[in-house]
């Protein structure tokens, strides 16, 4: 029996012989035996710095192609499982929505945010929002109700200057750390100011605890801390490329403090968390994962609940993250299939409630409150 191609060769078919590929051993002989297929311009000869344990190695999962695929295949996973809807069992009935209010739209009117870059709550459940690029601040009730608005731009006492952190003290106090200023200010929930001092460096996001003391993270990545009328107790770096913030305008980090006489610092430009002693000594640090291993983690917004675990926003993919104190994650709380948008920062209210701002350069600028545990406003029939 004659083949096909042998037949085509004897009756002078312009057929040209097959080529006999001898066996490929590894993905790098395929890529080898096709490239001059599929480039047909001679490749130019080039040198290859690379050490010469790389250039001899024969372990595909070394080479710069399957790392390619793989990191793409692993990051489109990541992004299916954060999209991924959670479905009730059978004779369970539908989850009820994460999300409680969202308020404000982007806009300079009463009820508009401009770039809201930082968020608190005090005791009573009262919620103050940075309404940054506004120069002002606003006070919202638990349910989002607006109380007090206060602040234009300016330099004067009762002025703002690109306000972008905002902190209650034990009194319930607003703190505004006053980037533009370069100062802090006490104010009364009403507006009215009780104390004003500079700081050091520029704030970029400020602190307060049970002592009244005021801890300040700076544009130049140093800590500041004060008592609560001005006099510096502290100040060191938190990294040793203090330069790196210098002027930005951006968010360069967001700061908390535990009951234990701790400050926990969110290095946003390095994706760290660090803890501190106030006299400067660093504790711990550990690095925020994304759960995936495909998905980077672009953390803007931290908080402590109330049994000392760490809570992260991640702005890049639109979740938001519990950690244990040593950054173990324990649960994605809120993801994009429950409207987290991107969240520029967040804050555990007494009442249960997960609250947090978000902006975008083209998108949406409110502030929204979310389930985070049991609360008494919102249990569902039937709990």
């Not at 499982?81 to 404000?104: C, F, Q």
């Not at 703002?160 to 200023?181: E, K, Q, T």
Request: charged residues 25%; proline residues 5%; positive net charge.
């Amino acid at each position: 029996m004659v083949d096909f191609h042998t037949r085509c060769l004897q009756r002078g078919c312009l057929c040209s012989p097959v080529k006999v590929r001898r066996p490929a051993a590894s993905f790098r002989d395929i890529y080898h035996q096709a490239a001059p297929e599929v480039f047909k311009t001679p490749r130019v000869q080039v040198h290859d710095c690379r050490a010469q344990l790389v250039q001899d190695t024969r372990d595909p999962h070394l080479w710069e192609t399957w790392l390619l695929a793989h990191g793409v295949r692993k990051t489109v996973e990541g992004v299916q499982d954060i999209y991924a809807r959670e479905k009730p069992k059978d004779g369970e009935r539908e989850p009820p929505s994460k999300l409680l209010y969202k308020i404000g739209k982007r806009g300079t009117g009463k009820d508009g945010f401009n770039f809201p870059r930082a968020v608190a709550v005090n005791t009573d459940g009262d919620i103050a929002v940075a309404d940054t690029s506004n120069n002002r601040v606003k006070v919202y009730t638990q349910a989002g109700l607006l109380r007090f608005v206060f602040g234009t731009k300016g330099s004067n006492t009762d002025q703002f200057d690109d306000p972008i952190g905002v902190a209650f003290n034990r009194n319930g106090d607003v703190l505004v750390a006053d980037r533009g200023n370069r100062r802090v200010s006490t104010c009364r929930r009403d507006g009215k100011v009780k104390f004003l001092f500079d700081t050091v460096d520029p704030p970029c996001a400020i602190a307060s605890d049970a002592t009244f003391m005021i801890v300040v993270l700076s544009v130049r990545r140093t800590i500041e801390i004060y008592r609560k009328r001005g006099k510096l107790l502290h100040r060191f770096s938190i990294a040793d490329d203090c330069d790196a913030c210098s002027g930005g305008r951006g968010p360069c980090g967001q700061i908390a403090v535990n009951d234990k006489d701790e400050v926990l610092v969110l290095d946003s430009p390095n994706r760290v968390i660090k803890y501190f002693t106030y006299e400067g000594t660093l504790l711990y640090q550990f690095r925020p994962t994304s759960g995936a291993e495909g998905l980077v983690l672009e953390p803007v917004g931290m908080c402590i609940d109330p049994f000392g675990r760490v809570i992260v926003s991640d702005r890049l993919n639109h979740i938001v993250n519990l950690y244990s104190e040593r950054g173990v994650l324990l649960q994605r709380l809120l993801g994009p299939v429950d409207k987290a948008g991107c969240m520029q920062a967040c804050v555990i209210s007494p009442q249960g409630h997960l609250v947090a701002t978000e902006a975008t350069l083209t998108g949406p600028h409110s502030l929204k409150i979310f389930r985070y545990g049991q609360c008494d406003c919102h249990r569902v029939k039937g709990d």
